[in-house]
């Protein structure tokens, strides 16, 4: 292949949307609840989630993005340069932390609770309502006796 044909291919392969995707090919996993750091490889200007509801993406820096997961599902992530080019567009997929997490169901209603290493009540999507309310009241005592 002749130097300028491989400098064309080279720049064509620059100018395509990158995807942001984990090593294996698959989508981009986060946890519900955590954020992850992502890289990427061209200097972002722009973020754009298609639900911004499963999850939420920040830029760090133009070379970093942070990536939180807010609710259980997929949606997509497209990342844009300043000329409102896409450097980037990859699934994003949010699941439930498995490990230490232990869900105890009592008929209907569910509660979770986090055992590492001693188990403490958590509030996860599908917990039940009475239990969640009291889990978050707990915790803003807790927050605001801190304070």
């Known amino acids: ?3 300028r044909l491989a400098a064309i291919v080279v720049a064509l392969g620059l100018a395509l949307p990158m995807p942001i995707q ?3 090919g698959a989508p981009v996993s986060v946890n519900v609840n955590m954020a992850r750091v992502l890289r990427i490889s061209a200097p972002a200007a722009t973020v754009i989630v298609g639900n ?8 760090q ?5 942070i990536l939180t997961g807010k609710s259980y599902g997929q949606t997509n992530l497209i990342v844009l340069n300043t000329a409102g080019e896409p450097i980037a567009d990859t699934l ?12 105890v169901y009592q008929g209907q209603a569910r509660t979770t ?10 509030v996860m999507m599908g917990d039940d309502t009475g239990f969640a309310s009291e889990t978050l009241a ?3 005592l807790v927050q605001s006796a801190a304070n």
Do not use: Y
Request: glycine content about 4%; overall charge negative; charged content about 10%.
């Open 1 to 3: 292949m002749s130097r």
């Open 22 to 24: 984990a090593q294996d």
């Open 52 to 59: 911004p509801g499963i999850a939420d993406v920040t830029i």
């Open 61 to 65: 820096d133009p070379l970093t993005l």
């Open 92 to 103: 994003v997929e949010v699941v439930q932390m498995q490990a230490g997490i232990m869900t």
């Open 113 to 122: 609770l986090s055992c590492a290493p001693v188990c403490q009540p958590v």
């Open 138 to 140: 707990s915790s803003q």
